[in-house]
Every structure is written in C-alpha cells, then in structure tokens.
C-alpha cells in the first residue's frame, strides 16, 4: 500500500520511566499499554489530562494504521481501545483541541480530496466522538495532508506534499475563519529541500517544533523560534535518540502539563518494540507573537 509505506518510511503502565540517558527526558509512556512491541506515533492528551489518544498500527484495529485511547486510572494508562471512527483505511496524527471540543486527524478514507486529508470529529459532554468532518478544499488537495495542530489564536499548521513549497513535504498554515478556514501559506523560513513533517505549535505559536529528514536517512527534531517577524533558523533538539541516523518524530505538548513534550522513537532503554512514545521535558522558547 503506497501510503502505508510512505508513513513508515517518515514514521496502564507506569506513565513514565526515569531515564538516566539526558537531563531532558523523562522516560517512556505507558508500557505495554500505550507503547507496545507495534508502532506508536505522534499522541495528543485531554487537557484534564484523563485521555490519551495516539496512532498505532497494532493489531485490533479497522486495519493499517488507527487512532487509539487510553484513561487514566490510579496514575496509570488503562484500557486501550481503538477509536470507533476508525476505517480500513489510515488515521494517524492525531490533535485535541485545548478547548476539548474537537479531535483532529489524518485519513486516507474514502471520499476525501486525494491521498491523505485532514478531518476533525466534535467530541461530546460525554467525550464521545462525533462523524469525521473533512477540513474541506482549502485545505485538502490532491496530495496529502498530515500532522494538524491548532493554536490558541486560531492558526492551524499542518504538513503537506502540495507543489509552492521548499520541495517534498513542508509546513504550511491557515487561521480558522467561521466554520472555514483562510488560504494557506507556507513556512517559508522553515521549509527547505528536504522533509519537514510533524510539526506542532510551542510557547502559545512563538515557536514551532519540527521533524526533518537529514542526508544520512534519519529524521530528527528541531525547535524554530519566531524573531521579528521571521522564522529563525531550526536548532537541533536536545535528545538522546535524535541523532542522525534516528527516526523521531510527533512531538506535542501534554496540555495538561505544558512543560512536557511526548515524542515518537526508539531509544536503547526503556523500549517496548517498534516506534515507542517518550516524554521528555519541553525545550524554552522565547520567541515574539510578530509571525501570528
């Protein structure tokens, strides 16, 4: 399957192990529960900090890659279940809304515009999820569209492989507007040759992290900070498994402990299969609101 070789190729428990590798991390999320010997990418908590949803492709699923959750219960991720919006097709990068009313996400299903698209469900009092909504034709073409976030203010960054931009994939943005959304724009500064997918919004949009492919096959995290109105060059960061030859990825701030990043993996230890999620504490930014 095309797309699912293509996200690979860029692709309770005890929430958290303490890892001795870097003063920045603090360990894997959810053994066997959360992280298990599947693929586990890019996962986005409730800002009450109760739920956990992530993309896996492990077994139990509608088929390839689905959306998963988890509660929290005594301290620790329970009860994973697969979200009952999934498809046979792929649903991965997922996003809750700070305000907890919408759940965004990627999908190739059917009745989209072309390859990958981005939708968002409403989610209830009850925290059930209402019927996929496709973001629509300003934002979804032919190509594909991936790794939603949304802002605070309003702006929603995401990843696409659309022509006008650095080449390859690159990070593009739009603001909410009614029940729409503006055109989109690129990440000029940021965007080069290479693939830049992944990314999320930090310190309220004044800085933006990002994961890159590097000559030598990996792909790494870099924070890029917004100055006078630019975006500045990307700085590599601080982990212990982002290294060259690494594949990290899908970092997002828990909301409900905004000083925390859960990034996509492999490290040496702790480790539970394929791709694990791991905590790590949030990089500084102190970037300028002049690129809003």
């Known amino acids: ?16 192990t303490p890892a001795a590798s870097a003063l920045s991390e603090y360990g894997i999320e959810g053994m066997g529960v959360v992280s298990t010997r599947a693929d586990e990418i890019r996962a986005t908590l409730a800002a009450d ?18 959306l998963w959750q988890a509660r929290l219960q005594d301290k620790r991720w329970t009860d994973p279940q697969p979200l009952a919006l999934n498809s046979s097709a792929d649903e991965l990068d997922p996003f809750l809304s700070s305000d907890g009313h919408w759940l965004y996400f990627a999908s190739n299903r059917k009745g989209g515009h072309g390859g990958l698209d981005l939708y968002r469900a409403a989610i209830a009092a009850d925290g059930s999820l209402g019927a996929p909504q496709n973001l629509g034709p300003t934002l979804n073409g032919r190509q594909d569209e991936r790794s939603p976030t949304l802002a605070d203010d309003g702006r929603l960054l995401f990843a696409s492989n659309r022509d006008g931009g650095g080449g390859g994939w690159d990070l593009w943005q739009t603001r909410a507007s009614g029940d729409g959304f503006t055109a989109v724009t690129e990440l ?12 999320s919004w930090l310190g309220g949009g004044r800085g933006v992290v990002l994961a890159r492919t590097n000559p030598q096959g990996g792909t790494q995290l870099w924070l890029s900070q917004c100055r006078q109105g630019q975006w500045d060059q990307p700085s590599l960061l601080e982990l212990s498994f982002n290294s060259a030859d690494s594949d990290t990825r899908g970092a997002l701030i828990d909301a409900n402990k905004p000083a925390e990043l859960v990034v996509s993996g492999t490290a040496r230890a702790p480790r539970a299969g394929g791709m694990d999620l791991y905590r790590m504490k949030a990089p500084v930014v102190d970037g300028d609101d002049s690129c809003r």
């Open 188 to 199: 000029a500064e940021i965007n080069t040759p290479a693939d830049e997918v992944d990314a």
């Open 1 to 16: 399957m095309r797309t699912r070789t293509l996200l690979l190729a860029l692709t309770a428990s005890l929430p958290f």
């Open 49 to 66: 900090g109760q739920r956990i949803i992530w993309a896996s492709n492990r077994e139990g699923g509608a088929g390839g890659w689905d």
